[in-house]
């Protein structure tokens, strides 16, 4: 079954670092996502990624956010300069069809800043 | 915006007992509903999901449930076993939306 592959498993980071969060969407799939969890809280919206442009983000995704699909297969969400409140399981989806709204999430990057 | 509440936060049964879990919307114009099941250290996998035009949705042991007038939808769960252990959101979406808005999740737990 195809799946979305998620790099690294586990980072952790000095506060103020950049960090790079990497991931390999479904490969037919248009519309690309990136989700936070901070632990033990429910699953928040960060931004949305379609025609290589964003498409939607939230408050959450700041200035200090930003996302790439630097070549046909990868597609990246950099933190520019970490924070402690930073550090959270960080989750990458996928989906097709415009409107299908059935996203395929990665099996996550937990980022801890210290 | 959207806001989902999700009840309850943990529920334990024995195993062979059924497990419901309760979803509430605050946009009506929110017609996407989808259920997520998420295990210890892995993403949250699609387990079930409805849209605003069926009542009620079943696939073997899981079925959902959704009244658009009340605003709220329910995840059914029968004949539970060990392996349904896990932590359970839902979510909702309006159509050509990107985003999902997640409840707060259930922990259930099924005993042997």
């Known amino acids: 079954e195809p799946e979305v592959t998620q790099t690294p498993s586990h980072q952790v980071t000095q506060m103020g670092q950049e960090v790079i969060l990497r991931c390999v969407p479904i490969?037919?799939?248009?519309?690309f996502y990136w989700y936070r969890q901070i632990l033990g809280q429910k699953v928040e919206f960060l931004v949305s990624?379609?025609?290589?442009?964003?498409?939607?983000k939230s408050e959450i995704f700041d200035d200090q956010f930003s996302v790439e699909r630097p070549d046909g297969s990868n597609f990246t969400l950099k933190i520019r300069s970490t924070k402690l409140e930073d550090s959270a399981m960080y989750f990458c989806a996928s989906s097709g069809p415009p409107g299908a709204n059935v996203l395929t999430f990665g099996a996550g990057s937990r980022l801890t800043v210290l | 915006g959207e806001n989902v509440e999700q009840h309850p936060s943990t529920l334990s049964v024995q195993e062979g007992d059924s497990a419901v879990i309760k979803c509430t919307y605050s946009?009506?114009?929110?017609?996407?509903f989808p259920w997520y099941k998420q295990e210890l250290g892995k993403g949250p996998q699609l387990i079930i999901d409805i849209r605003s035009n069926v009542g009620e949705k079943k696939d073997q042991r899981i079925a959902v449930t959704l009244n658009k007038t009340a605003k709220h939808f329910s995840l059914h769960i029968t004949e539970t076993q060990p392996e349904d252990s896990a932590v359970y959101f839902c979510a909702a979406s309006e159509y050509n939306t990107d985003k999902l808005i997640f409840g707060t999740g259930t922990r259930l737990q099924v005993f042997p």
């Open positions: 490969s037919n799939h248009l519309y």
């Open positions: 990624f379609y025609n290589n442009e964003i498409s939607e």
């Open positions: 946009d009506s114009a929110s017609n996407y």
